[in-house]
């Protein structure tokens, strides 16, 4: 399940746009980052940050006006993704290491490492899909859910989302699809069964 509510996700979208116009923040440099300070032993996401400090040290490039708290939450975001791959593995409290396919992720992406990446992995699907829920009552944008949701009945493509990717919107808006797709099916397999579809199916 997704770690941050909708507001705190548009918060983390703010910072991770601002990350982006520094060449070592974009998403694929800091899962590498992660990445590799795991790969040296058990480490924490405040070892992450050293490293992520001592990495612009050397580039001579500034830190970014971020709050190191919101930094932090980021690379906890990306941490999780790494997880959810199965490339990371937690070890005593919030200590953790990498795993056998983490290192052979690492020799194959030295450049960088994305969702787009992590999507060859069964275990990260998984984790995609069970995130593809609707989101709760208050969630500022549930008529982008109802609009990804409507999307599918009408026949659409996930790929006909119409926002920008990596926005919250987008991420809305593909909820919606999935979450139409799996009534879909659940009704569709229910039918099979001859039973009646679940309760709240439309």
């Not at 507001?7 to 983390?12: E, G, P, T, Y």
Request: net charge negative; aromatic share 8%; hydrophobic share 35%.
């Amino acid at each position: 399940m997704r770690a941050y509510s909708c507001l705190s996700a548009a918060r983390d979208y703010r910072s991770a746009m601002e990350l982006s116009e520094y060449p070592l923040f974009n998403r694929p440099a800091l899962m590498l980052t992660v990445l590799n300070s795991a790969s040296r032993g058990e480490t924490t996401l405040e070892d992450c940050l050293h490293r992520l400090r001592a990495d612009l040290a050397r580039a001579n490039e500034p830190m970014p006006p971020v709050d190191p708290e919101d930094l932090l939450a980021h690379l906890g975001d990306l941490k999780n993704r790494l997880m959810e791959a199965a490339l990371l593995t937690s070890t005593e409290g919030e200590r953790f290491i990498v795993t056998r396919r983490g290192r052979e992720l690492l020799a194959e992406h030295p450049a960088g490492i994305d969702e787009s990446v992590l999507m060859q992995f069964p275990e990260f699907r998984a984790f995609i899909q069970r995130s593809a829920r609707r989101p709760p009552p208050e969630d500022p944008r549930s008529d982008q859910y109802d609009e990804g949701y409507a999307a599918h009945e009408a026949g659409s493509s996930l790929v006909d989302n119409p926002y920008p990717p990596d926005t919250i919107d987008h991420l809305a808006w593909e909820n919606g699809w999935f979450e139409a797709r799996d009534e879909e099916a659940e009704h569709e397999r229910a039918t099979w069964r001859g039973q009646p579809p679940l309760p709240g199916a439309r």
